[in-house]
T-cell receptor, first 116, second 113 residues
Framework: EADIYQTPRYLVIGTGKKITLECSQT?????MYWYQQDPGMELHLIHY???????EKGDLSSESTVSRIRTEHFPLTLESARPSHTSQYLC???????????????FGPGTRLTVL | GQQVMQIPQYQHVQEGEDFTTYCNSS?????IQWYKQRPGGHPVFLIQ?????EVKKQKRLTFQFGEAKKNSSLHITATQTTDVGTYFC?????????????FGTGTRLTIIP
């Protein structure tokens, strides 16, 4: 069983609030990712990190920001939440690439965000 | 844009029938992974294929990687209600030394008991 945690699991907030979604993993993985997913729909990569102090934007433009100060921690922040940010946010991690055997991603349980 | 497409987007089958989802990439893939996401859950890794033409089996599930390494398929024999969920392929695309795992659009499987 993967050891990757996300808090909160559910969050309902008002427009304009600043929020931080937490993601932690205890597997020592270098790579971490944030995906945005509407129910039953595609996974959209919004941020990723290949190690401490490394962060990159993903395929889907997002107003959120991330930081990677510690290997195990990869929080996502929205400075001013809007209803369009309502979605599920999934955090994932994986080990570094070893040749062709790109290691699988382990996903956290997700945070369901609703912005009113 | 999206480089890894899956068809069909939705599939409803009678319990006991077979099911197949297809994954197609516009570019050659270094490898391909398959994930399953149960309703309300998160994606869980199923398997990885690396070699051209590779076929792997997990009980009733058969995974295949195309000869050109641009397509893949997942076939489930005699579906059961526990197979319900969305199946995603994820292809590893190498671009000038940078490698990125790109998830497909997913196929949502529902089972009619």
């Amino acid at each position: 069983e993967a050891d990757i945690y996300q808090t909160p699991r559910y969050l309902v907030i008002g427009t304009g609030k600043k929020i931080t979604l937490e993601c932690s993993q205890t597997m020592g993985h270098d790579k971490m990712y944030w995906y945005q997913q509407d129910p039953g729909m595609e996974l959209h990569l919004i941020h990723y990190s290949y190690g401490v102090n490394s962060t990159e934007k993903g395929d889907l433009s997002s107003e959120s920001t991330v930081s990677r100060i510690r290997t195990e921690h990869f929080p996502l922040t929205l400075e001013s939440a809007r209803p369009s940010h309502t979605s599920q946010y999934l955090c994932a991690s994986s080990e570094s690439v070893r040749g062709l055997y790109y290691n699988e991603q382990f996903f956290g349980p997700g945070t369901r965000l609703t912005v009113l | 844009g999206q480089q890894v497409m899956q068809i069909p987007q939705y599939q409803h089958v009678q319990e006991g029938e077979d099911f197949t989802t297809y994954c197609n990439s516009s570019t050659t893939l270094s490898n391909i992974q398959w994930y399953k996401q149960r309703p309300g859950g998160h994606p869980v890794f199923l398997i990885q294929l690396v070699k051209s033409g590779e076929v792997k089996k997990q009980k009733r599930l058969t995974f295949q990687f195309g000869e050109a390494k641009k397509n893949s398929s997942l076939h489930i024999t005699a579906t059961q209600t526990t197979d319900v969920g969305t199946y995603f392929c994820a292809g590893l695309i190498s671009n000038f030394g940078n490698e990125k795992l790109t998830f497909g659009t997913g196929t949502r499987l529902t089972i009619i008991p």
